[in-house]
């Protein structure tokens, strides 16, 4: 039989699933008493959470209920109230001004954020593809379909098919924003998929596969990274819904202690 804990994430995931996002909605996280659901960006909870999640658990005295999905799914989760907090891992500016289009109701004012940590979004080419370093512009390039064969770059006569999640994740967000403005990608056939560690399977199989993900899916997967001239910086933090709780705090507090950010 499946333990509490199990029981409550699965319910917990549920309820995330199937909530109607409205202004005020929700009546606050389905968790036992002592417990905080964390939701969104699965860039946070790889390079944070699964690293130092027990850790803080420890320190805190408080279960974490974690719901991987994307930046913007965590956010808007946390303004329904079915989140204790956001994980985000890309400025707070930039996924709200995303969300603010299909959702321009929601008190967006209302979000706090907290910066934990920091890494860099990462590039996987095909491990055959001799393209393993290019500048930002032509990455940009790239991502418009300005660029749409290897051949152009020095590489093979095949076309580029950019792999990355769908809109709403950080690493994306980060991406677009560093080197698209307010724009995003269109470059012809991309391939979206639902979480980013489907990245790296997927340009694996695509011989032409430009993926975009970030730095621990390389680290973890020891997939062909193609590097560029210039990094490009991801945030990750933890957002709540105006001053974050006592218990919400603990965690934020201890969060950053491991990775020694100022306070």
């Known amino acids: ?16 699933c199937l ?24 860039t946070f909870n790889t390079m944070v959470v699964e690293s130092f999640g027990k850790a803080v658990e420890d320190e805190t005295g408080l279960k974490l209920v974690i719901i991987p999905n994307r930046s913007s799914l965590g956010l808007l989760a946390l303004l329904a109230n079915n989140a204790s907090l956001a994980m985000l891992s890309t400025a707070l ?38 393209i393993k370093n290019l500048p930002l512009e032509s990455v940009g390039k790239i991502l418009t379909g300005e660029i749409r064969n290897w051949k152009d770059l ?5 076309p580029v098919r950019v792999v990355a999640v769908r809109p709403g994740g950080g690493v994306i967000a980060t991406v677009e924003s560093r080197l698209l403005g307010k724009g995003h990608i269109t470059a012809p056939d991309a391939i979206r998929v639902q979480v980013g560690t489907q990245i790296v399977t ?3 199989q695509e011989p032409g ?9 390389v680290k973890a997967s020891h997939a062909a990274e193609l590097t560029t001239d210039v990094a490009i910086e991801q945030t990750l933090s933890l957002v709540s819904l105006d001053t974050p709780s006592a218990e919400a705090a603990a965690v934020i507090e201890a969060m950053r202690r491991k990775f020694m950010v100022p306070q």
């Open 1 to 16: 039989m499946p333990s509490n804990n199990t029981l409550v994430r699965f319910a917990t995931v549920a309820l995330a």
């Open 202 to 204: 997927v340009v694996g």
């Open 93 to 130: 500016e930039t996924e709200v001004d995303l969300l603010r289009q299909s959702n321009p109701g929601l008190p967006f004012e209302r979000l706090r954020a907290f910066e934990i940590a920091r890494t860099r979004a990462a590039f996987v080419v095909h491990p055959s593809n001799p």
């Open 209 to 217: 596969g430009f993926g975009i993900t970030h730095l621990g899916v």
């Open 154 to 158: 020095g590489g093979p006569d095949l």
């Open 19 to 42: 909530f109607n996002v409205t202004a005020g909605a929700g009546e606050g996280p389905v968790v036992s008493r002592g417990s905080l659901v964390l939701q969104g960006s699965t």
